[in-house]
């Protein structure tokens, strides 16, 4: 029996990567590695995994995944002015990038970054803080291998949006991007992402969002079909600040997004949502939403709004908590999971939570499964509207809750215009 063969999975895991040492965030990386090696790789007997298998995520090097074409479409978020970040397979390319400055905030990228106080500071704590009580091993094997990244704060308002590009174009590329951004008491920023990335995607964002400031965040995850991704994003609200992220997910054969929201300040809101297609003819497709969000102050509100539409196969996962804490008195939290299974072949799976410990709050969980209203589609369909034209508008109207969470009208119309062309793609 050889050496390799010898190896656990965590650390033939651990050996097809070249790990970081020291710098900066060395002593960061080392206690993700710590968590890590003690959490293990995740399994189908974890209750958060007991829906979406993480074995080609635990797999050392990634499945290969082709490239999609996508040359016969204008670049995602192209009519709107922002700051252009583009990463290709997971390192920075300047040469396609704008010049940082542009956007009037502070950047820096991961690669490059000494001693940065707020960064050092920040990198990994909000991501250790987001492992209890549910363990979250592929963000703590993020923080101790990430090279790159970027480190964004910002102490007014961006001048522009700041759009990371992710570029996939080897079939076996395994990026690994870790993004801190930082905003200071009253400042703003829009964040956009869209892009495949790679074969095998490991991401996380963390976010610092200081007392009376907005954080808006907007992703459209790309259309290569064979391309898989575990994504994280750990967010600190404080006081009176505001926090909002929707994506659109659209093909893809495994796409797992996690949230961990905490809910510091008195009279802060945190809204997350997020819209997903998939179509099972194209590949298989399975889409999975975790989302965790903890009231610890005072008058908190919180919205979790996720629509899937799924045919050919497609499956759906939607796993949301809510914790209220002691003492988080008048809090007011959402939360609402519901898919459209356009045939029987199709599945959506739940988990909606409540934890609460307080006595004077307003919270809600709902989740539906169902088809197309055969009645609306009766009503479309005598007014001469074509079947596949019906259907389209009746998705649009299904997935409206979830986009409206867009606060930007530019941005809200860029995102239906490619939820329009992916049902036009996928027709019949």
Known sequence: MTAV???????????????????AFGAAREAALARFTAMGLPGRRDEYWRWTDPASLNAPTPVVAKSFDSSDEAPVFNTIDRLKLVFVDGVFDAAASDAPELAGVEITRLAE????????????????????????PFAALNTAAATDGVLIRVTGRAARPVSLIYVHKSEASDPILHHVVKLEPGAELTLLENGPAGARFNKVLEVDVAE???????????????????????ARV?????????????????????????????????HVA???????????????????????????????????????????TFQGKILVKPGAQKTDGYQISQSLLLDDDSQFLAKPELEIYADDVKCSHGSTTGAIDDTALFYLRSRGVPMDEAVALMVISFLADAIEEIEDETIKAEVLDRLEAWLARHRG
Do not use: C
């Open 5 to 23: 063969e010898k190896q656990s999975p965590i650390e033939a895991r651990l050996a097809a990567l070249d790990l970081p040492k020291g710098g």
């Open 274 to 316: 997020g819209a997903a297609l998939g179509d099972g003819a194209t590949g298989a497709f399975t889409h999975d939403d975790t989302v965790f969000v903890t009231h610890g102050a005072e008058r908190g509100e919180s919205r979790q709004v996720f629509k899937k539409v799924l045919k050919h196969g497609a499956v759906g």
């Open 113 to 136: 970054a000494a001693d940065i106080h707020w960064a050092t500071g920040l990198y990994g704590s909000l991501e250790a803080a987001g492992q209890s009580p549910v363990a979250r």
């Open 238 to 270: 404080g006081e009176g600040a505001l926090f909002k992220s929707f994506t659109l997910t659209a093909n893809g054969v495994l796409t797992r997004n996690e949230v961990v929201i905490d809910i510091t300040g008195d009279d802060a809101m945190a």
């Open 212 to 234: 009376g400031a907005r954080f808006h965040h907007v992703r459209m995850q790309g259309r290569d079909h064979e391309r898989r991704a575990i994504t994280h994003i750990f």
